[in-house]
């Protein structure tokens, strides 16, 4: 198919195409004549992904072009692949210095629960940085939540949220399967569903604030 | 304090203080001299909010500042103010239209649920998008996530999961405070724990990978 109707097949401007041509976040096609390439339904596959990572999971260009190159690399292990990804979704949205006290403390917590996680796993620094940022909202009062105690009681109920929701989504990865055709689903599986999972998050809470009076 | 100290403060540059100061995000100080200004406790916090907001919840500038107005208007209900912020996170990363049958498959498994959630509720169609985008992916031979059994399915176990958390979030809201009292933390909390579970949900996703043989 020609750049027009792989443009109408993906819904995503002919423009738009053009540049993830030109910033290699979308491989070049065959090329049928002076100024024409001819496209074929990899590259709707890859349009579709790189549209879901972009517009949907907020990634950069830059990180989405990490992602793309991983998924391509044969020989990087799944595992690996989705180590790139987990990278670009921490780094979705800068996150402003995290203070050592909720770096330590984020560390204590992922100890205690006795969850193996690399030292340089990114969403220790995303977690510093939510609690950094928590801590210098309250209220001059209230106690800081860049302590063991204050984040282990903060974080409790989500990690408790996610942890049999990860390990489901781990043990789903089919085993029998090779690499290349299980990764672009991981890959789409770990940055959508993140989406997915907070949207239900602000779902339910609207149901449960219908069920509680207003505060005056 | 004058504005290089409120940048110190915060560790905000002057330059994105001020660029804050003309769009609105923060309200101006209170003039001193020419080209003066004195700013307070108050300016701090909410250029904390900001900051948080913008780099950590990813809000767009927009978003962030109708957030701000609605936690400003005193006469603006707790529970409308975090209407507001809803919109602002199912807003943040533009979502390509769903098609009406994914849309449809998230009306039935909210409905089946027996969440009470408003029909124009923003996180129905950042779902929806989600479930077109996963369809999109999936292999020709694959069924599509856009029917109720397949949406049911997908996303039961993330609604369970959220589910007790969001009604102990908003069972934590006091309800003997006045609404200017908790109105910034309930604010701050929603938009910096759904980047928390996220990071949560991807840090319990290593360790469970950790404890598994890599597909070949």
Redesign the interface.
């Known amino acids: 198919m020609r750049l027009s109707e792989l443009s109408r097949a993906?819904?995503v401007p002919p423009a738009t195409v053009k540049w993830y041509l030109r910033v290699g976040l979308l491989p070049k096609g065959t090329p049928t004549a002076a100024n024409q390439a001819h496209y074929d339904v990899r590259h709707v596959?890859r349009l579709?992904?790189v549209?879901?990572l972009?517009?949907?999971?907020?990634l950069s260009v830059d990180a989405s072009r990490r992602v793309c190159d991983a998924i391509d690399d044969a020989d990087l292990?799944?595992?690996d692949v989705?180590g790139v990804v987990?990278r670009a979704?921490?780094d979705?949205?800068?996150?402003?210095?995290a203070t050592p006290e909720a770096s330590a403390a984020v560390d204590t917590f992922?100890d205690r629960r006795g969850?193996?996680?690399?030292p340089d796993?990114p969403?220790?620094a995303?977690?510093a940085?939510?609690l950094t940022?928590?801590t210098?909202?309250?209220d001059s009062g209230a106690p800081p939540v860049d302590t063991a105690d204050a984040v282990a009681h903060l974080?409790t109920?989500?990690?408790e949220?996610?942890?049999?929701?990860?390990?489901?989504?781990?043990?789903g990865?089919?085993?029998?399967?090779?690499?290349d055709e299980?990764v672009?689903?991981v890959v789409?599986?770990?940055v959508?569903?993140?989406?997915?999972?907070?949207?239900?998050?602000?779902?339910?809470?609207?149901?449960?604030?219908?069920?509680?009076?207003?505060?005056?």
Chains 1, 2 share one sequence.
């Open positions: 993906v819904g596959r579709r992904l549209r879901a972009i517009e949907i999971g907020r292990p799944l595992h989705l987990h979704l921490a979705a949205g800068a996150h402003p210095g992922l969850w193996q996680v690399r796993a969403a220790r995303e977690l940085a939510v940022a928590l210098g909202l309250r974080l109920p989500y990690a949220a996610v942890q049999p929701l990860a390990a489901a989504e781990v043990a990865v089919p085993t029998d399967l090779a690499r299980v672009e689903q789409a599986g770990t959508l569903m993140e989406r997915a999972l907070g949207a239900l998050r602000r779902l339910a809470q609207e149901h449960h604030w219908a069920g509680r009076r207003e505060p005056d």
